[in-house]
């Protein structure tokens, strides 16, 4: 039986990253896991797994693994289905539609295809590194679209995602403390106001 092998971490759905996250849980059972991960990354029948040799079912996954472990670069642009995606153009100019789905899929990774359909959509206009997407809307078959897209994209696009806002987080605190202290100063430099001591 020839079986194709996962060799990167892109050659991996969204789909089938959720489907092994669902059973990949401390208490599963390494041969079941085994079994499985080729089940579900392979596309192999469950009794053909079965049939494998265990040190050859051993070998398969564990070349999964290795292809799970790749560090994907972030992409902002990539093709599925002939159809050209391209990452949110702009995190400081979102959505409120945009910003509350993000917030609500982030919190389970079994909603990583439906964070993909926010972050990711159909490019609709292309100039060198420039690009306009399609506007955001809530959409199923968006949705069921993206668990095609590679884990390794999408799971890079999650992590810039969570280090810019945590940088924009960062950034609107320390220019509201700034502001606090520039106020501060400016009270205590205004001779106009009556001294209260602090």
Known sequence: MKIQVP????????????KFNEINKDETDEEFLVHKTINIFCGVDMKDVFN??????????SDIFRALSIEAK??????????????????????????????TYLKDQKDLHKVAAVM?????????DLYEIENYTSSIKNQQIM????????SQ???????IAKELLKDSLNYSDQEMKDLMTTLQQDSSLPNTGG
């Open 7 to 18: 060799q990167d971490i892109n050659d991996i759905t969204v789909g089938e990253y959720i």
């Open 52 to 61: 494998m040799d265990f040190r050859d079912a051993e070998a398969v996954a």
């Open 74 to 103: 972030f992409s902002d642009k990539f093709t599925l289905n002939g159809v050209k995606y391209g990452f949110i153009t702009s995190l400081e100019e979102l959505t409120l539609g945009e910003y509350i789905d993000l917030e």
């Open 120 to 128: 990711y959509r159909p490019i609709t206009k292309e100039y060198s």
């Open 147 to 154: 668990k095609q897209a590679p884990i390794g994209i999408i």
């Open 157 to 163: 696009a999650v992590v810039f995602f969570y280090n």
